[in-house]
């Protein structure tokens, strides 16, 4: 299963594994949500890595998707596996 760490500044402050998930849409990935604390306050994020091409044609759906930075300090690594 991949991984992301999350850094603020040099210090981790999470390791979040990204199991395997198949979208309503058809298309294939990983996704994970996690609770944080980043400065004294908790936040909610979600990672979601689609790879690109794996739905099969359909009929042309829009999907919209916003992402919100709100440090600057805050920056995510993707690993590799983790070894099992």
Do not use: H
């Not at 199991?19 to 996704?31: D, I, M, R």
């Not at 400065?39 to 042309?60: D, H, T």
Request: glycine share 8%.
């Amino acid at each position: 299963m991949p991984r992301i760490e999350l850094y603020e500044g040099s210090q981790k402050i999470a390791d979040i594994g990204l199991p395997e998930k198949k979208f309503s849409t058809g298309s294939v990935g990983y996704w994970a949500t996690q609770k944080l604390e980043i400065n004294g306050k908790r936040y909610q994020c979600q990672f979601q890595l689609v790879e690109i091409g794996s739905r099969a044609p359909q009929a042309i759906v829009p999907i919209f998707s916003i992402a919100l930075l709100t440090s600057p300090c805050i920056f995510a690594k993707i690993l590799p596996r983790w070894n099992s």
